[in-house]
């Protein structure tokens, strides 16, 4: 009878336990250094999907550093703005795509230590800031490369995977119920 109340319990917990979030890796800090420009980081799952695919197939290796909707007051169309990217150094190869009436544009930048310039676009949206893979990583790495950036990774509390989760436990339990009684 103990050990029944024990699998109860144990299952009881697993189940609720599911519902709870865990703590995912904390974004890339991005900030903005040009005055009247702000940096938000609460893009759409769809653009950040839409931004994410389009890195992948266009620049293969590389990484998306951050998704972030950019706006601006005050600053001009050509301008040029600076942004403080978490992970960049000087002599990276960056580049932005720019998602606007349905379209993605690739922007390019120059970087300097943690620090990304670009020419201020007419329209302000959500952006993907890529770190292209550099050219000998690129030559040496270009299956593993593209297979890395085609996959992306479980959303934390995925339901597909808690069902897996959970279908696996309540078999182990029937199994070690069943073994016991028999």
């Known amino acids: 009878m103990?050990?029944?109340?024990?699998?109860?319990?144990?299952?009881?917990v697993l189940t609720l336990s599911l519902g709870l979030t865990s703590?995912?890796?904390?974004?890339?800090?991005?900030?903005?250094?040009?005055?009247?420009?702000?940096?938000?980081?609460?893009?759409s799952e769809k653009d950040t999907k839409t931004l994410s695919d389009k890195a992948a197939a266009d620049y293969k290796g590389s990484q998306v550093?951050?998704?972030?909707?950019?706006?601006?007051?005050?600053?001009?169309?050509?301008?040029?703005?600076?942004?403080s990217v978490e992970g960049v150094k000087k002599g990276d190869t960056v580049v932005l795509l720019h998602l606007h009436d349905g379209k993605v544009d690739p922007i390019s930048t120059e970087t300097a230590d943690d620090k990304v310039t670009f020419k201020a676009p007419a329209t302000?949206?959500?952006?993907?800031?890529?770190?292209?893979?550099?050219?000998?990583?690129?030559?040496?790495?270009?299956?593993?490369?593209?297979?890395?950036?085609?996959?992306?990774?479980?959303?934390?509390?995925?339901?597909?995977?808690?069902?897996?989760?959970m279908v696996a436990a309540a078999a182990g339990i029937l199994a070690m119920t069943k073994r016991k009684a028999a």
């Open 65 to 83: 550093l951050a998704v972030v909707d950019l706006s601006a007051s005050d600053v001009k169309a050509g301008a040029d703005v600076t942004l």
């Open 2 to 12: 103990m050990k029944k109340l024990f699998s109860l319990a144990a299952a009881a």
């Open 124 to 165: 302000w949206s959500p952006f993907a800031i890529v770190k292209l893979a550099s050219a000998s990583a690129t030559a040496s790495t270009t299956a593993t490369a593209a297979a890395t950036t085609a996959k992306t990774s479980p959303k934390t509390g995925d339901a597909a995977t808690a069902m897996i989760v």
């Open 23 to 43: 703590f995912a890796a904390s974004p890339v800090k991005v900030s903005a250094d040009t005055k009247g420009v702000t940096v938000k980081t609460d893009v």
